[in-house]
């Protein structure tokens, strides 16, 4: 499955694995291209561009063409994006992150947490109890704290996600073709069976 990477949710995961810089060359070998038009493009450093190709290329979503020069002996690399392959790796990514964001969910479902005014950091009721409800951090008062929003927040974030991993799945290719012949083949079968029985009769 090729799906664009204009796409915004696409954009905003692909982003997350191969960075902003990524997102820009892989955009930029849309058409096959090499690496100083990728860098105009872009406006990143030619050392830069080819950093992330390399970084692209191991993971699978570019390939290259290479073209010797005769007369110099120099190679030309001519990039180009693998667009069937971005719907299979950020699909791997997002079935990565589904099963980070269950965790999270169990995590802040299962827990009291408290916290001090100046939000240094969230502690489960266990660790508040260890630190007297002091913050360990600056020393403030630990108090309780209503984290149904960001329970509100993970279960969202679960469901766009699962959403998206749905729409990426693979499809699967029909067999209709296959079926349609044998079902010729058994009635010729059957026709020929009949014709001879009714020359034996005869």
């Not at 204009?6 to 954009?11: A, D, G, P, T, V």
């Not at 991993?165 to 010729?188: D, G, N, Q, S, V």
């Amino acid at each position: 499955m090729a799906i664009k990477i204009s796409s915004r949710q696409i954009r905003r995961f692909l982003e997350e694995i191969v960075g902003k810089n990524g997102v820009a060359v892989l955009e930029a070998c849309q058409k096959p291209v090499i690496d100083e038009k990728i860098s105009e493009r872009t406006k990143l450093k030619l050392n830069t561009v080819r950093s992330v190709l390399n970084q692209l290329h191991y993971i699978g979503l570019v390939a290259y063409d290479r073209e010797k020069n005769q007369k110099t002996n120099w190679y030309t690399y001519t990039w180009y994006a693998r667009s069937d392959k971005i719907a299979e790796i950020v699909r791997n990514h997002l079935i990565q992150k589904l099963d980070e964001l269950r965790d999270k969910l169990d995590y802040e479902s299962s827990y009291v947490f408290y916290e001090c005014d100046n939000k240094c950091e969230k502690l489960p009721f266990e660790l508040a109890v260890e630190y007297d409800f002091k913050c360990p951090d600056c020393g403030g008062e630990l108090r309780i704290i209503d984290n149904k929003s960001a329970i509100k927040e993970v279960v969202q974030d679960i469901k766009e996600i699962e959403e998206l991993i749905e729409r990426l799945k693979p499809k699967k290719k029909k067999k209709t073709t296959k079926k349609k012949a044998k079902k010729k083949t058994t009635k010729k079968k059957k026709t020929t069976k009949k014709k001879a029985r009714r020359k034996g009769k005869k």
